[in-house]
Every structure is written in C-alpha cells, then in structure tokens.
C-alpha cells in the first residue's frame, strides 16, 4: 500500500524566502555564464567590461544575500515547527542552508570582506611575479597579509564548537569538514601511501609510456572525447563540451551544465582524464533535483562530494582494465592505424603510471593525495600560528623529500605552484582528497549493490553506475551533509581503507610487484 | 597653431548620471550576451532558465532607466549653462540622448507597458499559427489589438511636433524620423525603381544563376567567410563570427561584437552576403568611442544608419566588380576546381540578379525597397485609420501586384509572412530602406573623397574605407541624429538620388539593356 505524503504547507515567511533566493540565484547564473564564456568564447577586447559585468553581479548578489529582509523570514521560519517537523524534507533542508548562507555572508564585516578582496587582488599579481622569479621572498610579505586577514576572518566565522581557526575557513568549502578529522584520514593514508608507492617504483616491471607520447591529431582527439563524455551519460542536450587553457565545469543550472577540456598533440590520456572528470562533474550538476533549482535542496552537497563523482568517473571508471577492454577496439574508429602496435596493456598500464613529481596538477591518481597532505600540514600550521610564512619552504622542502622522495630545487617547483594561498583559498586543499576518499567508499557500495560492474563497464554499459549516483547521491540535492550522505549511503563513516584497497589491487599487478 | 580644447568641468549630477548610465548599460550588455548565447551556444535544455534570467535583467535594467533620480540629475543638467555650452560637447550628447531615453521609458504608464507585452506575446503565438495555416483571419482579432494598443502607444509618446501617430511610433527606433518625410524619399524611389525592374525583367541576356546553384561544402565556406570579414576589417580580437538560424549583431560593447551567419551547401552567395553584412554592423560597433562606452555617445545613431553599414559593405562593396577581380581568383583556395568553369562575370552577374519574388527576407538589392513600401504603406494607414485590420490582405495584394507584379497566392506568402506587427513593432521597416539611401549617399562621398576605390578594392585594399567610415560615421557615436550626420558627412540632406543612381548603372549593364 502506498501512501501519498502530502508536501506540508509552507508559509508566507517561507514562500517569501525561496522566491528570493531563487532570484538571487538567477543573478549567480548569470554571473555562471559570464565567467564561463570569458573562459571560453570572449574576444580578448572583452576582459575589461567583463570585470566590471562581473564585480556589477557580485555586488547585486551580495546586497541580496545580506538582506535584512532574509534575516527575517529565517527567524519566522524556525519559529515555525511545522513547517521544520521533518528535518529532511525539502523545507528544512533550504531553511536550515540558508540560515548557513545568511550567517557567513553576514558574519564578515565589510571593512574586512572588502581589504580581503584588496589584499588578494594585490597578492595574486604578487605570486604570479614571485613564480616567474622563483623567489618565494618576494610573495612572503603579501602571504603574511594574507594568514593574517584569514586568521581575523576565522574568527569572525568561528562558533562555540569551532576546534581551530583552519576548521572555520574550511567549513565554507566543506561544511562541518575539521583539520582533526582531515588529520585522522590522512593517518590512515600516509603509511600505505608512502609504502605503496616505494614498492611501485622499485618495481623491476613498470608498464610502458608510450600510449602518453603518442602524437595523434587534435580533432580526431575531440571527437573521441565527446564521444566517451556521452555514453558514460552526460547529456549534451542539457550541456556543452568547449575547450579552455584549465578544464572545468560551470553553467547556470541542472539543465545547462558547462564544461571544458582540453588537448595537446601528444596526450590523449590527459584529454580523456579531463574530459571524464569534468564529465563527472557534469553528471552530478545535471542529476540534481530540476523540481528546486535555484534553491539548496537543489545545489551540490560540497567540494568534497562534488569531487568525488568527477574522481570516480576519471579514475575509478576510466582507469580501470574493465572500461579499457570496451574502449580500446574503439580507437581505431578515431585514430585510424595510429595506435595499433599497443596493446590494451599498454594503454591501461599507460594511463596507470605512477611517478612521484615535484607538481601536484601533474601527479598521478597515487602519489596527489601526498601533495595535499603537505598542504594541509602547511595551512594548518600557518592557522595555528606554528609555522610562520618566512619557514614555509624549508617546511615544504623537507615534507616533499619526506613523503614523495623527491628534491625541491627551486621555489617555482616548489611552495609557489599553486595560486590557491594568494587568493585566499585556505582550507580548500584537503577537498581533493576528501574528494578521492568519497569515490572509493560510493564506488565500493555501487559496486556491490550493482553487482557485475565490471563487465557492464567492458560493454560499455555506463547508464547502471550513473543511475545509482544519480539516485542515491545527485537526487538528495543538499539534504544530507557529506559525512552524514556517505554514512547514509554506505552504511559507515568515511575511511581511508575504501581507497587504499582500490589503489594497492590495482596498482600493484600493473607493475608486477607483490 | 594648435590649440589645446580642455574638457569642459562637469558637474556632480552629470558625473552621477552618467555613472547611473554607465551601470545600467552593464547590465543591459550582460543580457545582451546571454541573448547572443541564446541562439549560437546554450544547450535546448537552458531554455527556461535563461527567459527568467533575462526577464530578471530587463526589470532591473527598466527600474534603473526610470528611476526618478535620473529625471532630477536631468534637470539639474539642463539648468547648466556651462555644461552643455557646446551643443555638440559628449556632455550635451549625453544629456540630450539621455534626456530622450528618459522621456520615452517614463512617458508610457505601467499597465500599457504591461498589457503590451502581455498582448504581443499572445500575437506572436497566434501570428505564428496563422502564418502556418496561411490564414489572416486567425490572427486579425490579434492584429486589431495590437494596433489599437500601438495607437494608444503613440498617444502617450506625441509632442505637440508630432503630425500623425505613425511617427511617434517611428520616433523609438530611428529618431527624427517622419511619415512625410518617409513618403517623400520612397516618390524618388518608386516610379524609378518599377521601371529598373520592367526594363531588367525585359533584358534577353539576364545573368546566369549557375553560381547561385553550386553546391560547396560548408567548412570551406566557413573558413572563406571568415576570410573575407577579416579582410574588409572586422576586429576578430574585439568580436567572434558564429553560426545562428537568423544572421545577428550583437554583443556588449565596441571590444566585443558578436556576430552570426549562416551556411547552406548550395548558397557560398547568402553565406558570404550575410557575413559582410553582420561585419558592416560590427565594424560600426568596433568604432564607436571606446572612451564612452556605456554612455550615449559611445553608440549608434539609429537602426537607419546601422542598416547603411551593414548594407554599404554587403551591397556597395560586396556586390561590385572591383571587389570580384580581388576575389574571384581566391574561390580556388577554398573551394578546389568546384568554381572553376565559372567567369568573373557569371559570379558577378549571380549575385546581382533581381527577381521580383513574394518574400522580403529573400528579395534582392533592387527590388527590396518595394517590400518595403507596401510595409510602409499598410503601417501609415493602419495607424491613420485609414485601413481597417479586416482589409489588409487586399490591400498588400494589390500593391504587391502594382508594385512588384506578382500575385500573392495566400497570405503565408503574402501579409502573414513577417513577424514583425506581432511583436508590435509598427514603424520598424522603413529603417531598412532607409539604410540602403544613407548607405548609398555616404559610399558617394567616400567614393569622392578616396578617388580609385575601385582599383583599392580590386587589390583587396578596404582600409581606406573602413578608415574612412571610422573617422566620418563611427567616431561621432550619437553626436548627430541619423539626418544631420548624413547632411554634415555629405553635404546633402537624404534623397533617393544616389541609390537610383548606382542601382541602374550597376544593373543595366549586368542585364545588357538600356
């Protein structure tokens, strides 16, 4: 017997509330799109009127996400217990989002939301100039600046349960996500990480490198790509495939979703691997619930969540032997006699190589998670106080030499990589291995419920995987924090074991060690 | 001697006015943009999203046009002897133009404004159904109410100057522009037309259509368009050419032009016409005063002088022979032997062969500007009083035969085939024809003032020109209304003469008469 359930009936408060955050949310599209065809399509004459379109929406957008008039209508809201009497229905869910929302746009003074943005704006030309010179020296006083203001920023954002100033920044990522809990994963991962990949590099077999130095023409390239990004279900009627310098996923809504790659000559596994990451992301942007868009119960969960499908689908999917057995008799169809001579060996052992580097937008499925431990180790010891900015590359150094085996030889290749830290980003970092952690556990459940994945997989048979995401993760839109949605879907708090098991059984046999 | 001219001291209400303008024109570029992608990227899926997104900005844009500051910052500018000391000053431009937008955004009452919009979407829904079963009845009780609204229109947008309701209506999109003096161009142009197009339709030796036929394929008609825009001097850093069902211009602002064409296997003729006609828009937005972008006087003067822009480089240039010997040779490189039995004088006798047909869209050079004058006549009348809604089709149909000499075997092809009256848009057309008279007038006088054109366009040389328009059209933005411009450019006031001119001594020779 089935029962209807009635949707409770909202209020005024409540209706008031959602058709303004749904405008608002128009205006974040709009500004979606913007950024998206700058990347894409704008003529180098646009970048100066775009930055003013641009600062023009953000502006509109903050008065509105800073209105009193929300304050209010929250206040009524959570006064009102029925319309709260299920914590998970749509209601609650954007009640409670919002109220999040409200309280960070809020908490930040503007004097201090306003030199942020000066100082960040002043340090990106700083580390940009600071990279090109190698001279770490030069960023340091605009760094300094900035874990200063970060700092300040942590507590205004902090709360009577916040541990430590990094948990507060890197809960506007990650909501709920605490440098105590990052620390217990990566405890987890360190040692089987560092053990697994010293056991690789002294392997004695390691798969060959030629599938990544293959030059194969760019068009051909394409449509190969596109090809793959729409039968593992990203839907091109409700999406685009462009090309920009960095790929990524952008667009306006569920049923807009754009995303880009991008390629060179002589790495179709770095266009592929691109293509079915920001496909993953694609998957999930357009698998949100279209009932609510423009609300929380329509968004994304988190960076951490949102990562994990574009990981599972480059990684857990298209490194894996069971997509390459359908895959590779394909690629004739697009390259002709060009990569004949490999074999599905070489091309799956190709794309699996591990190599500890200096670069971590470089590393392998393996060795990245090793980068952003020293990251986290350095923001957080930057937030505590325990590392001040002048010590962070001797810190840095010895942390690479430490866990990848590797020896800095100059700034460039070393703390100064990465734009994150000059734009303020702190606390983003560790998204990318909660990220991974996340596609292995969800992975190891769909595998389980859906039983012969693998030889779906090697008959190209995607749509079974991309409905179990689609019901079990994307359709719950913001219903559940990431932490309680893996619990809820696999049945335990996330772990590191998901992803170690997934990376030792598979890497090991490949370099024929063990 | 040169003498230094400082920029007049403005004062705090101008300087607060034109940064209310300037913010207000951000907008209005954004939803620019999103309307171009609209129609060459968005995915179908976008589709509801985006109508919200640009309903969102338009009511921005139209609070921000009427809001009452503007109607004080005006008024203090107007008492400002000083500032608008030199009628001519970007100051005065400025406040006159804004003055005018201003009057014509707050002139109409709120519930006209929403009635019409609300009536003309129905019209468009119903146009659309009658035009498919090809029957006016349908859509007369529509049409009735759309005229009946416009004349309520025109009420409220009259001064004591204007002398019939068409002119007010007029007024908003070629400003200054007049029945009478529309009346008095099209006397030039009628009798001289009908009797250009007897004699050509007499000729025993008309051009061949073989060019018109040939099929080719649509990358190398793409990549030659592309070609030929650049060539004639469209700035492909400050603007992109794309693809759309109907060929636009549009964009944000003079660093981004956006412009589309279109591509059938059989028609390299509409492909490349269309394409120096968009590049005649664009080169005009890539010339306007980049210094006043946002502001009036960083814009066009009207629909009527655009149109001479676009036709100008479509018509005047395109459509020549000078322009032929300089292209013709290159076909080989786009296109192989595909065109190689074809003469100089078979191409260009192809794109300049005049057949009065039923339909304005594919009307040729000479006969188009009869289109035009049904339109103009069932308008003026309609607006009169002079003609009722019911008596339209009989109406068009006996003009259609007196004018143009065919019979019109239903209203599909006869008075139902534009969009236009539906959208409300009642004195719209006349701008076409009065951007081929300015267009012709102004190529008359470049003409005289850079001597060999013909050998500089024979040698693929368009800077001149370009250089020329910049200098004498572009530059001025809305410095003149589209009158004074032509009499201050040509020393003339708009007449007939010139177009009659270059179409009868292009055409008779191409048809061997006369």
Not at 283 to 309: C, F, N, R, T
Request: with cysteine; proline share 5%; net charge negative.
């Amino acid at each position: 017997m089935t029962t209807a359930t009635a949707e409770p009936a909202t209020s005024a408060a409540y209706d008031a509330l959602i058709a303004h955050i749904r405008e608002t949310n128009l205006l974040a599209g709009t500004a979606g799109l913007l950024g998206w065809d700058q990347e894409t399509m704008m003529p180098a004459g646009g970048v100066a009127f775009r930055s003013k379109q641009l600062a023009q929406l953000a502006k509109l957008i903050h008065e509105r996400k800073t209105d009193a008039r929300v304050g209010d209508w929250l206040a009524d809201c959570e006064a009102d217990n029925d319309l709260l009497a299920d914590p998970l229905s749509p209601q609650a869910v954007n009640v409670r989002e919002v109220r999040r929302a409200y309280d960070l746009a809020t908490k930040l003074p503007t004097d201090l939301v306003e030199a942020f943005a000066r100082t960040t704006s002043l340090a990106k030309v700083e580390w940009a100039e600071a990279r090109k010179a190698s001279d770490f020296a030069r960023f340091e006083p605009s760094l300094r600046e900035v874990v200063g203001m970060s700092r300040r920023k942590a507590e205004c954002l902090s709360t009577s349960d916040t541990a430590e100033p990094w948990d507060a920044l890197a809960d506007t990522y990650e909501p709920g996500s605490t440098a105590a809990e990052v620390e217990a994963l990566f405890n987890g991962l360190r040692p089987r990480l560092v053990e697994l990949v010293g056991k690789l590099m002294g392997s004695a077999t390691p798969p060959s490198n030629a599938f990544n130095e293959r030059e194969l023409p760019i068009d051909a390239q394409e449509r190969f790509v596109r090809f793959v990004a729409e039968q593992i279900g990203f839907d091109f009627e409700r999406g685009r495939l462009d090309r920009s310098t960095h790929p990524f996923c952008g667009g306006t809504h569920c049923n807009d979703v754009r995303m880009t790659t991008r390629f060179h000559k002589n790495m179709l596994g770095d266009a592929l691997g691109s293509t079915m990451h920001e496909s993953g992301h694609g998957i999930y942007g357009q698998g949100l619930p279209a009932d609510h868009i423009g609300e929380p119960m329509g968004d994304d969960v988190s960076l951490g969540i949102h990562e994990s499908q574009s990981r599972m689908w480059e990684n857990q999917v298209g490194r894996s032997r069971a997509f390459w057995q359908w895959c590779q008799p394909l690629l004739k169809d697009y390259f002709g006699d060009a990569l004949n001579d490999l074999s599905i060996d070489d091309v799956y052992g190709g794309i699996n190589i591990v190599r500890p580097s200096l670069i971590r937008v470089e590393a392998d499925e393996a060795t990245y998670n090793l980068h952003i431990l020293v990251r986290f180790e350095v923001e957080r010891a930057l937030m505590r106080g325990d590392l001040s900015t002048g010590d962070l590359p001797a810190f840095w150094n010895e942390r690479y030499k430490q866990y990848l085996g590797v020896d800095v030889p100059d700034d460039a290749h070393g703390c100064l990589q990465d734009i994150h830290w000059s734009m303020g980003a702190i606390g983003y970092f560790p998204t990318y291995t909660l990220g991974n952690l996340y596609a292995a556990q969800l992975f190891d459940k769909a595998r389980a419920d859906l039983a012969d994945l693998d030889q779906q997989f090697a008959r190209g048979e995607f749509s079974p995987l991309k409905s179990w995401l689609n019901e079990n993760v994307h359709a719950h839109g913001m219903r559940y924090r990431a932490g309680e949605l893996c619990e809820h879907v696999t049945g335990h708090p996330l772990s590191a074991e998901p992803l170690m098991d997934y990376l030792e059984s598979k890497l090991l046999p490949i370099y024929g060690v063990d």
